[in-house]
């Protein structure tokens, strides 16, 4: 297929846009991308198995990765693009991960069809950036589906959830709602500061259901990054952590102390990044 390249990241072999100014582009110049975010999916999932849904699952730069590190786990692998899921799905395959569940659907609070872009694969652009009402780019009809309309017998076995859905975090939860207050896995979710009111309310919804909330800046590339660490900045998004009764932290990840607590401004206030050469 024209416009796609591959490259060797986590052990495993990615194939992407070549023309991806941010997942790929980071992946094929640091054999990496938001390690910070898997080390801690990994920390969240110490269990033999279990089940990890990545929503915004991208071409699997962390389904995929997860996926080999925890063979006994199934993983649940959102991707709304149809393009980019079939490259989901292809590089799952191509590493022999079948532990990997590639799902071409779009999540939020109801079940239908809606709108979604679908870039071709020789555009230069972010995918991993579009979303609902992304301009300039050509929309598709998709399904949507509602997280809690996962089948009942994989449900109730959800342990872990990463949500990087480009500001439709909210929608997502509302149609969670038995996932969020009965099952209740740990979360780690997007939170935007160029999107604060949409950030703010994705953490008003976990701090109400009882969680407990820490920041997590995740850079795209990491200092100690397997190539070119010297070249990686503090580029990057910032999420936030959602753990349950019972459930921890390393020390240095700073916690969210109330629903309008100050973003962390510096690298005082993320000291865990230190662990990664900043």
Do not use: C
Request: no cysteine; net charge negative; charged share 20%.
């Amino acid at each position: 297929m024209s416009g796609l390249d591959v490259t060797r990241a986590y052990d495993l072999d990615f194939r992407f846009p070549a023309s991806d100014t941010v997942v790929g582009a980071t992946l094929r110049t640091f054999g990496e991308f938001s390690r910070v975010e898997l080390d801690v999916l990994l920390h969240l999932a110490p269990q033999p198995s279990g089940v990890m849904i990545d929503a915004g699952a991208n071409i699997g730069s962390l389904a995929l990765p997860f996926a080999k590190a925890r063979p006994g786990w199934r993983v649940m692998a959102y991707e709304a693009q149809r393009w980019i899921s079939h490259l989901l799905a292809a590089n799952a395959v191509a590493n022999d991960l079948l532990n990997v569940e590639p799902i071409h659907a779009a999540l939020g609070p109801v079940e239908g069809l809606t709108d979604f872009p679908m870039a071709a694969l020789d555009a230069s652009l972010n995918f991993g950036g579009l979303g609902f009402g992304s301009p300039g780019v050509s929309n598709e009809r998709v399904r949507v589906t509602r997280l809690d309309d996962i089948p009942p017998q994989v449900h109730d076995l959800v342990r872990v959830v990463k949500m990087d859905l480009q500001g439709f975090e909210p929608e997502v939860l509302r149609g969670a709602g038995d996932l969020l207050t009965r099952v209740r896995p740990a979360w780690i979710a997007e939170a935007d500061r160029k999107q604060e009111a949409v950030a703010r309310s994705t953490i008003r919804v976990f701090f109400e259901a009882g969680y407990t909330l820490h920041w997590l800046f995740v850079p795209f590339a990491t200092r100690t990054a397997p190539r070119n660490g010297d070249q990686a900045t503090l580029t990057g998004d910032f999420n936030i952590v959602a753990l349950p009764e019972g459930m921890g932290l390393p020390a240095d990840i700073p916690r969210l102390e109330g629903p309008d607590a100050p973003f962390p401004t510096s690298l005082d206030g993320l000291p865990y990044l230190r662990r990664y050469g900043f």
